[in-house]
C-alpha cells in the first residue's frame, strides 16, 4: 500500500475503505476484532487462549480489567456511535508489540464530523504468546458524552 492510497483514504467524505488486507498489521486488529464479536456472544475469550488471565485494556482514561470488562466496555462504547471509523495512518510492528497511529472518525446523527487523533498499542507476552496489555489513546472528550458517559466499568465485570 502506498501512501498517496493511505492518504486519499484520509478524505473525510465519507468513510474510507478498512485497512488494507497484505499490510502486515491486520492480524492483530482481525483478532481484536474476532476478540470484540467472541465476547458480545458471551464467550469467555479466556479460554480461547488468545488473551493473558491478567489483561488490561487502557482506553481513553479509562482503565479496564480482564477480557470480558475491557472488550466487553468498549463493545458497548462501540456501539453507541452512529457511525465511525479508525483511519490508520502508520502500522508498526515489532517483537510482541503492534502500534497504530492514526485518526477516529464519528459521524454524527446531525451530520456532524466529529476527528481525534488515536495511538493503539498491543503488547504480546513473549513467553505465552497471549495479548497481555491493549491500549486505545484517544481524546473521549471529542466524541458527545451522551455517548459515553453513563458507560461504567463495573459493569462489564
Given at each position: 500500500v502506498s501512501v498517496t492510497e493511505i492518504r486519499k483514504s484520509l478524505v473525510p467524505t465519507s468513510p474510507p475503505p478498512r485497512m488494507p488486507a497484505g499490510n502486515g498489521g491486520e492480524a492483530p486488529v482481525l483478532w481484536c476484532l474476532l476478540a470484540l464479536v467472541v465476547v458480545a456472544l458471551g464467550v469467555d475469550t479466556c479460554r480461547l487462549g488468545f488473551f493473558a488471565d491478567d489483561f488490561h485494556f487502557y482506553f481513553a482514561h479509562y482503565t479496564l480489567e480482564g477480557v470480558n470488562q475491557g472488550l466487553g466496555f468498549v463493545g458497548a462504547f462501540n456501539n453507541r456511535l452512529p457511525k465511525y471509523e479508525h483511519?490508520?495512518?502508520?502500522?508498526?510492528?515489532?517483537?510482541?508489540?503492534?502500534?497504530?497511529?492514526?485518526?477516529?472518525?464519528?459521524?454524527?446523527?446531525?451530520?456532524?464530523?466529529?476527528?481525534?487523533?488515536?495511538?493503539?498499542?498491543?503488547?504480546?507476552?513473549?513467553?505465552?504468546?497471549?495479548i497481555i496489555n491493549m491500549y486505545a489513546t484517544f481524546s473521549i472528550a471529542a466524541v458527545p458524552e451522551e455517548l459515553w458517559k453513563d458507560l461504567k466499568p463495573e459493569d462489564f465485570a
Amino acid at each position: 500500500v502506498s501512501v498517496t492510497e493511505i492518504r486519499k483514504s484520509l478524505v473525510p467524505t465519507s468513510p474510507p475503505p478498512r485497512m488494507p488486507a497484505g499490510n502486515g498489521g491486520e492480524a492483530p486488529v482481525l483478532w481484536c476484532l474476532l476478540a470484540l464479536v467472541v465476547v458480545a456472544l458471551g464467550v469467555d475469550t479466556c479460554r480461547l487462549g488468545f488473551f493473558a488471565d491478567d489483561f488490561h485494556f487502557y482506553f481513553a482514561h479509562y482503565t479496564l480489567e480482564g477480557v470480558n470488562q475491557g472488550l466487553g466496555f468498549v463493545g458497548a462504547f462501540n456501539n453507541r456511535l452512529p457511525k465511525y471509523e479508525h483511519a490508520m495512518e502508520e502500522i508498526f510492528v515489532g517483537d510482541n508489540v503492534t502500534i497504530f497511529r492514526g485518526l477516529l472518525r464519528v459521524w454524527l446523527d446531525d451530520g456532524r464530523l466529529v476527528e481525534t487523533p488515536f495511538w493503539d498499542k498491543i503488547e504480546v507476552d513473549p513467553d505465552s504468546g497471549k495479548i497481555i496489555n491493549m491500549y486505545a489513546t484517544f481524546s473521549i472528550a471529542a466524541v458527545p458524552e451522551e455517548l459515553w458517559k453513563d458507560l461504567k466499568p463495573e459493569d462489564f465485570a
